[in-house]
């Protein structure tokens, strides 16, 4: 049960009749008054029980994207329903309005439209209706909340996709090199065709050439079909926010570049997500599947408060691939005694496969360690210039262990990451 | 799409609080029947004739009563007179600590009874009754001993002393004092106005149903209060004391007191109109929000507080010559010596000067660190310049 601030209104009226007449008996008169009117139009009140209820909305939506979400509202019931509705999303779906005046005659449908502007990632809900029916009055109001569970699943935003077309351009233009034929390292075989003039005479194939009568010429192409395996970490160092962003979340903007461009370039990618044991796992999916099903699987994961189990790492490898393959490690490297799982783990995956390993760093350390003003901002400065070196000194282990390392900040760290790929691809390294 | 309310019906709910409600209900009977079992036990008005509270008096008024005093309890001052009034001899019980009385009622009382026994009066009374008595300061002992020829006195030989002391300020007055505590103080002043006479009495302890029964206490009280047939027990109330204005009752209208229970009934009302809210919330589990640059700032503070000047310095230093060699375009190993001769000759500066600054400085002071500090950085700076004069401008 609720009551309407007219309801309110009603009993002060009270005063009237007892200042008038002025006889005590009246405030009994008018309590009884007001109690049988409220009890009246709290009867002629529909149910909300008696409503049913159908969402309509869309299964996923990037993040910072709005999509509308509908309520339809059946009237079952055997009067007409009058008042307020509540759409009891979680905060962060980002809803809006999140109640709305609804009039739904007996047996018609009436829909409430809500926007959803979600401002975190994952799976956002909403759990109950919550439906307040006043009488023909507009005093006193029936209210219940109905279970109408619904949930949209948001999407990683993918902000770095703004790189890509340029990615694209320099692997093409990797293309581009080998149409004039130089054969070496990260090319390979692709296909013989007629001589003409102005190709290389050394790629004549001397053998084709004499089947064929003709001087057959062979070209070669960039390594295609080569594996690339992502590996996000998603233990406690991923939950630390920089620049306004979990680490984890730059991890996954990383790999959907790297992602995308890869499966452009034809190779195969799997993605893992793992703390101790796989979070989200994206095999055997290519071009526009492959991230799709990853910005689905990455989604729901947040970093859990545990520290990452490295020993187990290899072996996750090889259950993804017994080829060689790319391995792509995107974690944190800030201190020695955090990174020395890492590192202990690190040569059994270099001796098999190129490893790179990915960091995000602070753009606010950097600047600290500028910023010289006085006694607090001195103090400040040496402890950035400590992480700083602490870092460096994380990567030059790295770097002899035979890995490769990419930090950047949490907006370069993508497009870094990409053009390493481009480098190691070029260099025929993968 | 199955729609199941969450909210239960009103008879879900009901059932479900059932054994609760009949609980607080057990509660709140059993309460209200130990509240009336014991009475009023606590407390109650001290030293009334119907209070049968340790404070109360009603022991002596239910002894006088079997002894064949006729001890009325008036409640207003007008039934104290005519209680007065209709008797002669009649002895007057007054009890009023909290000067309800005024003097005229006061004096009137005083023509009225023939014995008065007032207890710890107030400076007005003393003043009406017996004016030669002025109060002494409280007594605190446990037993005083009679000390005169009084017959109540004699009769009860000691007291609780516990109460007020009163000294007689006009000695060879018609008055005994009795129950003395040193340096004329006495608990018990009986002054005569010819045939009539005035009891100050002073021991509040030994009236009270607690302490009535020790020592001489009920003798005393049962000689005071019993000496005539006839027992007025006074203890005037607020509604005693005369006042020229009328009260606040008598000056609101009539539909004061229905306005406002409305007025309360509204604001209750009014409150769960605004507090009523419209569904539960809905739990959402969120991230707890770790900025990573927090281990930086901590291990600054700790560097501050604990002095680690030196410390600070050295991280400083390493990283400026880092990135001093590498402006100088010497290798990632080179070594300080080479990076300091390096600088020397970009910069001009003296080599034993850089090598202080980079080396073998040690700051004292807060002060001296950010001195150095500056220092390092103008280095930085000046080495920069010095490799690239045409970049030299400060951006």
């Known amino acids: 049960m609720a009551w309407s601030g007219w309801f309110v209104l009603l009993v002060a009226l009270g005063i009237l009749p007892i200042v008038l007449f002025d006889d005590p008996t009246w405030l009994f008169l008018w309590l009884i008054l007001?109690?049988?009117?409220?009890?009246?139009?709290?009867?002629?009140?529909g149910s909300p029980r008696r409503l049913a209820f159908e969402r309509r909305l869309p299964d996923r939506v990037r993040l910072g994207e709005t999509v509308s979400s509908e309520l339809l509202v059946t009237n079952a019931g055997r009067r007409r329903v009058r008042g307020i509705v509540r759409d009891g999303w979680q905060p962060s779906a980002g809803a809006r309005p999140t109640r709305a005046r609804i009039d739904v005659p007996v047996g018609e449908r009436r829909a409430m439209t809500t926007s959803l502007t979600p401002f975190r990632r994952g799976e956002r809900r909403a759990a109950e209706v919550t439906v307040r029916s006043f009488g023909p009055l507009g005093l006193l109001a029936r209210q219940a909340s109905i279970a109408v569970p619904g949930a949209i699943r948001v999407l990683p935003p993918f902000n770095s996709r703004k790189h890509l077309p340029s990615r694209l351009a320099r692997l093409r233009e990797l293309d581009g090199r080998t149409s004039v034929m130089i054969r070496g390292q990260g090319t390979e075989f692709d296909s013989l065709r007629e001589y003409v003039r102005g190709d290389d005479v050394r790629s004549i194939d001397w053998r084709a050439t004499a089947r064929?009568?003709?001087?057959?010429?062979?070209?070669?192409?960039?390594?295609?079909d080569r594996r690339v395996v992502i590996l996000i970490d998603s233990g406690r160092t991923s939950a630390a926010r920089i620049a306004n962003e979990p680490r984890i979340d730059t991890a996954f903007e990383a790999s959907l570049l790297l992602a995308a461009l890869a499966t452009r370039a034809g190779d195969r990618v799997d993605v893992v997500i793992y703390d101790r044991r796989v979070r989200a796992r994206v095999q055997g999916a290519v071009g526009a599947d492959l991230l799709s099903r990853m910005v689905n699987a990455m989604a729901p994961v947040e970093p859990e408060l545990i520290e990452v189990d490295w020993s187990r790492v290899p072996s996750l490898v090889r259950s993804v691939t017994s080829r060689h393959a790319l391995v792509v490690l995107l974690t944190s490297i800030d201190s020695a005694g955090g990174s020395r799982g890492l590192l202990g783990m690190l040569p059994q995956l270099t001796r098999k496969h190129t490893v790179v390993v990915s960091s995000v760093t602070d753009p606010s350390v950097l600047e600290a360690s500028r910023e010289r003003g006085d006694r607090d901002a001195v103090y400040r400065a040496a402890s950035a210039e400590r992480a700083i070196l602490d870092t460096a000194r994380v990567s030059a282990a790295i770097r002899q262990l035979g890995a490769d390392v990419v930090t950047g900040t949490p907006s370069d760290l993508p497009p870094a990451l990409a053009d390493r790929y481009i480098a190691l691809k070029a260099a025929g390294r993968l | 799409?199955?729609?199941?309310?969450?909210?239960?019906?009103?008879?879900?709910?009901?059932?479900?609080?059932?054994f609760w409600v009949i609980a607080i209900a057990f509660a709140v009977i059993v309460a209200l029947i130990t509240l009336i079992a014991r009475g009023a036990a606590s407390g109650g008005t001290p030293f009334s004739a119907t209070n049968p509270a340790p404070a109360g008096s009603k022991?002596?008024?239910?002894?006088?009563?079997?002894?064949?005093?006729?001890?009325?309890?008036?409640?207003?001052?007008?039934?104290?007179?005519?209680?007065?009034?209709?008797?002669?001899?009649?002895?007057?019980?007054?009890?009023?600590?909290?000067?309800?009385?005024?003097?005229?009622?006061l004096r009137s009382l005083a023509r009225l009874a023939t014995h008065i026994v007032v207890l710890s009066p107030t400076f007005t009374q003393l003043k009406v009754l017996a004016p030669q008595v002025a109060a002494a300061g409280v007594v605190k002992k446990a037993s005083l001993p009679s000390g005169c020829e009084l017959r109540a006195a004699t009769n009860a030989r000691t007291v609780t002393g516990t109460g007020t002391g009163y000294r007689l300020m006009v000695p060879g007055t018609d008055a005994t004092a009795c129950f003395g505590s040193g340096k004329s103080v006495y608990s018990l002043i009986d002054v005569?106005?010819?045939?009539?006479?005035?009891?100050v009495l002073g021991t509040t302890d030994a009236l009270s149903n607690e302490h009535v029964s020790e020592r001489g206490n009920a003798a005393l009280a049962l000689t005071l209060l019993g000496d005539s047939d006839r027992l007025v027990w006074y203890l005037p109330t607020i509604d005693d004391s005369v006042s020229g204005a009328r009260s606040i009752a008598q000056l609101t209208p009539g539909w004061v007191g229905s306005v406002a229970a409305l007025l309360i009934l509204v604001a209750i009302a009014a409150a769960f109109w605004r507090g009523r809210r419209l569904g539960p919330l809905v739990v959402e589990n969120l991230p707890?929000?770790?900025?990573?640059?927090?281990?930086?700032?901590?291990?600054?503070?700790?560097?501050q507080k604990?002095?680690?000047?030196?410390?600070?310095?050295?991280?400083?230093?390493?990283?400026?010559?880092?990135?001093?060699?590498?402006?100088?375009?010497?290798p990632r190993l080179a070594t300080v010596d080479e990076v300091i001769a390096a600088v020397a000759a970009v910069t001009g500066r003296d080599a034993s000067a850089i090598r202080g600054l980079l080396v073998d400085a040690a700051p004292g002071t807060d002060r001296e660190l950010v001195r150095l500090s500056d220092a390092l950085l103008d280095l930085e700076k000046a080495a920069a310049r010095g490799i690239r004069p045409t970049q030299s401008q400060p951006t």
């Open chain 2, 288 to 303: 707890v929000v770790v900025r990573a640059s927090e281990t930086m700032e901590g291990r600054a503070r700790l560097y």
């Open chain 1, 212 to 224: 064929r009568n003709d001087l057959v010429v062979r070209t070669w192409r960039p390594e295609r």
């Open chain 2, 59 to 105: 022991a002596i008024a239910e002894v006088l009563k079997q002894q064949g005093v006729s001890v009325t309890v008036p409640s207003t001052f007008r039934a104290a007179e005519s209680g007065l009034r209709t008797a002669n001899p009649s002895t007057l019980f007054l009890v009023d600590p909290d000067g309800h009385l005024t003097e005229a009622r």
């Open chain 2, 306 to 330: 604990g002095g680690a000047r030196l410390h600070a310095l050295d991280s400083l230093r390493i990283g400026a010559i880092a990135r001093l060699g590498s402006i100088c375009g010497l």
């Open chain 2, 192 to 199: 005569r106005f010819g045939n009539r006479s005035v009891t």
């Open chain 2, 1 to 18: 799409m199955t729609a199941e309310p969450v909210t239960p019906t009103i008879r879900a709910a009901t059932r479900r609080s059932l």
């Open chain 1, 34 to 45: 007001v109690t049988v009117v409220g009890i009246v139009d709290l009867l002629l009140a």
